[in-house]
């Protein structure tokens, strides 16, 4: 069964990109630059283990519709 992939890469992009985009908003609001700081550090923290695992997921899913499994 094929998994469809797309939400798992726009949740990933999200926490990896969204995420800091957001608040680096908030900071040029507010003036106060450790939003971007703290958002930076949860972003790398929940976006690169969740896009590293979106990737294993898309390429194990590429090599199952290869051999017809």
Do not use: C, D
Not at 32 to 53: C, L, Q
């Amino acid at each position: 069964m094929k998994k469809n992939l797309k939400f798992a890469w726009i949740a990933s992009w999200f926490a990896l990109v969204g995420q800091l985009l957001y608040f680096t908003g908030v900071s040029f609001f507010t003036g106060e630059w450790r939003y971007v700081m703290w958002s930076f550090m949860a972003s790398m923290i929940v976006g690169v283990p969740s896009m590293i695992n979106t990737w294993q997921l898309h390429k194990k899913e590429n090599n199952k519709s290869r051999t017809g499994s």
